[in-house]
């Protein structure tokens, strides 16, 4: 993907600098000594502290190897330090040390990457004292952080890990027009959210459109549909302004800086295109309101959230460059939710728009693959012409796109993060498990080894786990 | 008759016979339709009777609303409609053991039908909240689901759980009948017992002791020669089937205590119990499988709480070890349309296809007394789903779904919307 090219400087330049987020914009790439020098944005102390975990190499051998990029077939895959170093039908002799698995029989994909989670800040027992995924205090509180909630012994993270997820976006809830912004993490063991931080993935922000925002604030405003959207304009003058202050300083250096607002600092990185636009979004007509709301101030949503109607409009997602993230077979349990098809994903991939399957569930997140299958068969039972890579896709490179990581994983691509799942069957079989995950080639998870099936702080003492056998 | 079945209870019941006489006469109304006079041979496919092994290329003679003959050589009666099923898999229909559909707006929130406030409930009957009309019903057919039984929640005493099928034209119709009384233990019933656990047990031993003793005493209260009873009397009256045990209790309980509470109090006044949740079951699988109480449970469910920190997806396996006949009974937000799906992971998480097959056609059947359901034995009710290959896979689908013996539509408002924006813009 020619992203791949345009951005992957301004990535490893972000990276040695320390930042977390890389710009997404590639019109406008802000010098590395903008980064230093400005106060506004993504300030050094919040950088991740994830490393990456030794493995010796590892060659998959004789499995069914699904990359993402088009292609399945009978070969090998071979990672080392962390990449993926050769894949294809054959790869050569393998350095010394190499771990080798024999494949056959099974399948091997790239790691699964969830837009949409709220594991660590609606973390399992479920408890009230738990429940940190929505700041309902007001319908803009683009100022928090949801990895200012996220607790990393969430016992949902190794459950996620077995589902071969490598990668999710943690977002706020969606009670607030503008709800803060999104964590992107790697699902490995970690004792603070700083070691779970993808390093490199750029910061989303979620905004909610619908029911839920004009049902939290009925009292207050908004209170209809209309209400929220001149709420999100509201938000979006006020951070134009606060950006265009800061350009200002930025430039001439004159007198004291503009004081900060941590409000409109996450909307102005919006507007400067360095933060991605996660947007809740139910029904095809607010979809299209959004896209005009994203013209008016001159960004782009990257994705839209739930979109269980974007098959009604999924040519103006395409022309628009707006995946939709949706369900397989959810649907009908709100009003904004009642007109959900099975074909969704079917729908918006054959309009040519980036579909992306989430889950929003910390009980879906594990069974990714099976809601993939699920709205695969149903495109093609509906005559609709689903590939097998397309649907592997909607798992992985396509959720790797819409948070903006997938120049570096989502695909199995030499240079790309070795994030490999090796499932037991195929991952359109009810039946198959992810056998093994390695996560930036680390051995995150082995179903046929208890020593590598993490436990968090809260497991310990309840008991075992359980991941099926 | 059908007045009957809409009822709560069948009325004073002076004892155990009467009640399963005015049982078995519900059961044995027929639905008479002239389609379901007619007769259905489904010819050549993989049939799973569940009553006995697979039967390659088998028939399946279906007539008045019942399976009538199953087998290789089985003849195919003059006149009767032929269905090829020839490379197709043929199964009883599944019976989803805790379901909603039917039973409210399709999920809209507010809009359900099986909640009635308070806490002692027994005599609640959510039949007449039945909407033949609900969308939800032709989805859930399109998951080969052709029965159900709805839960009344809420409280210690819900109500009445009651089965139907997913076919009809009047909520009377679509009941077979109630089926079980829901009970719930746990801490979704402590603010019944005043905030504990101990006092909800407490309470639900009051009621039982009051019912037995207003059942030997009616004459002295119709005098009002009685003490107060803990609830009104038709309350009461409504407990009896289940205290006698000719309904089960159908047990909401997930925590190994609570699963232990429901044993021991069975065990004391000769209940009969089907437990539901059973989150932490395989803690006490053993004690189950001794008293013979079957689990109606969700496969996939793994995320502990205080109500489950033992939750683990190994649960049906490990009760299936222990000899526990289990049912699958797994809330899907897809919809009831999913529990074939439910079963495929619970043969993922262990458990035998046959078993998985069982867990949602014999067991629930079995466990709620429903004798003529759940196989595809000759006798049965005629609840048949043809599939395009292995019904627990994704790749599959139910092709034709006949209910009492009569084909139902598998038409949804799902597909109406798909078939509407298949281009776009849609054609105007």
């Known amino acids: ?469 | 008759m059908n007045a009957l079945r809409l009822e709560s209870r069948p009325g004073p019941v002076a004892g155990r016979g009467r009640w399963q006489a005015l049982a078995v006469a519900g059961m044995v109304v027929l639905w008479s339709t002239a389609a379901q006079a007619q007769t259905v041979a489904i010819t050549g496919g993989n049939v799973f009777p569940v009553s006995g092994p697979k039967i390659e290329g088998g028939n399946v003679i279906i007539t008045g609303g019942r399976v009538v003959a199953v087998g290789r050589n089985v003849p195919v009666p003059a006149g009767a409609r032929v269905i090829d099923a020839t490379g197709k898999w043929v199964t009883p229909g599944l019976i989803h053991a805790n379901a909603s559909a039917g039973a409210g707006v399709g999920g809209l929130g507010g809009l359900g039908e099986s909640r009635k406030q308070g806490d002692i409930n027994p005599s609640f009957n959510l039949t007449a909240g039945l909407d033949p009309e609900a969308i939800t019903i032709p989805v859930v057919r399109t998951g080969g689901v052709t029965s159900g039984i709805v839960v009344p929640d809420g409280g210690l005493l819900a109500g009445a759980a009651v089965a139907l099928d997913y076919h009809g034209d009047r909520a009377d119709q679509m009941a077979i009948r109630s089926v079980a009384l829901s009970l719930n233990l746990g801490a979704g019933s402590r603010g019944a017992g005043g905030g504990s656990r101990a006092g909800a047990i407490a309470r639900l031993k009051r009621l039982i002791a009051d019912a037995v003793e207003y059942d030997r005493r009616r004459l002295e209260y119709r005098r009002a020669a009685t003490q107060a009873y803990s609830a009104p009397v038709e309350e009461l009256d409504a407990l009896l089937p289940a205290i006698r045990g000719q309904l089960p209790f159908y047990v909401s309980a997930n925590r190994k205590m609570d699963i232990q509470n429901a044993i021991r109090l069975a065990a004391e006044h000769r209940l009969r119990l089907v437990i539901l949740g059973g989150v932490e079951a395989w803690k006490v699988a053993a004690d189950l499988a001794r008293a013979g109480i079957p689990v109606a449970l969700e496969p996939n469910k793994d995320i502990p709480d205080f109500e489950g920190l033992g939750a683990r997806l190994d649960n049906i396996a490990l009760l299936r070890e222990a000899g526990v006949k289990t049912i699958i009974a797994q809330g899907d937000p897809g919809g009831e349309r999913s529990l074939r799906y439910a079963a495929g992971n619970a043969v993922r998480n262990g458990i035998s296809w046959d078993d998985a097959l069982k867990s949602v056609t014999q067991w629930p059947a079995e466990a709620f007394g429903l004798t003529d359901y759940g196989t595809l034995a000759p006798g049965k009710v005629a609840n048949v789903v043809i599939w395009s290959g292995d019904p627990f896979e994704f790749s599959s689908a139910a092709e034709t779904v006949l209910i009492r013996g009569v084909e139902t539509s598998l038409r949804t408002r799902e597909h109406e919307l798909r078939d509407r924006y298949r281009t776009l813009p849609p054609p105007r």
């Open chain 1, 1 to 469: 993907m020619h992203r791949f090219l345009t951005l992957a400087p301004l990535a490893a330049a972000s990276l040695q600098l320390g930042f977390d987020s890389a710009p997404l914009s590639a019109q406008a790439p802000p010098s590395a000594e903008r980064f230093t020098d400005t106060l506004s944005f993504a300030r050094p102390q919040y950088r991740s502290t994830y490393q990456r975990r030794q493995n010796p190499p590892v060659l998959i051998r004789n499995a069914t190897v699904m990359t993402a990029t088009g292609s399945e077939f009978r070969g090998s895959i071979l990672f080392q330090d962390g990449k993926i170093v050769a894949v294809g039908p054959e790869v050569g002799t393998p350095p010394p040390g190499t771990q080798v698995v024999d494949g056959a029989g099974k399948y091997v994909t790239p790691g699964l990457v969830d837009t949409h989670s709220h594991i660590g800040v609606y973390a399992a027992p479920g408890t009230q004292a738990e429940s940190d995924g929505n700041e309902a205090t007001n319908p803009n509180t683009a100022e928090v952080w949801a990895e200012h909630s996220i607790w990393p012994h969430d016992p949902q993270i190794p459950l996620a890990i077995a589902g071969g997820v490598t990668v999710a976006q943690i977002l706020p809830g969606s009670a607030n027009l503008i709800g803060g912004r999104s964590a992107v993490i790697r699902m490995v063991p970690a004792r603070t959210v700083q070691e779970m931080k993808f390093p490199g993935a750029p910061y989303g922000v979620k905004m909610a459109c619908g029911e839920n925002p004009k049902r939290v604030y009925a009292n207050l405003g908004p209170s209809t549909r209309m209400g929220n959207m001149a709420g999100y304009r509201a938000a979006f003058i006020q951070a134009e302004q606060y950006r265009q202050r800061w350009d200002k300083w930025n430039t001439e250096r004159k007198g004291q800086p503009p004081a900060r607002d941590l409000r409109a600092e996450t909307l102005a990185g919006v507007l400067r295109g360095e933060i991605t636009v996660q947007n809740h979004c139910y029904r095809a007509d607010e979809m299209a309101q959004m896209l005009d709301l994203a013209t008016e101030f001159g960004f782009k949503i990257r994705s839209f959230h739930h979109g269980v109607e974007a098959y009604k409009i999924a040519d103006l997602l395409a022309k628009a460059g707006t995946a939709a993230s949706i369900w397989a077979d959810w649907g009908g349990f709100k009003m904004e939710a009642y007109d959900q098809i099975l074909e969704n994903l079917a729908l918006v991939t054959k309009a040519g728009a980036v579909g992306v399957l989430h889950t929003d569930s910390p009980d879906g997140i594990q069974r990714m693959n099976q809601d993939a299958a699920k709205a695969m068969y149903a495109g093609t039972r509906a005559g609709l012409a689903v590939t097998r890579d397309q649907a592997i896709r909607w798992i992985t490179a396509n959720p790797a796109w819409a948070l903006g990581i997938d120049h570096l994983t989502g695909t199995l691509e030499v240079g790309k993060m070795a994030d490999v799942v090796l499932w037991s069957g195929d991952p359109f079989s009810v039946y198959s498990k992810a056998e093994k995950v390695w996560n930036e080639g680390w051995l995150a998870f082995d179903r046929l080894d208890k020593t590598r099936q993490y436990k968090t702080d809260f497991n310990l003492g309840h008991g075992e786990p359980g991941v099926g056998r």
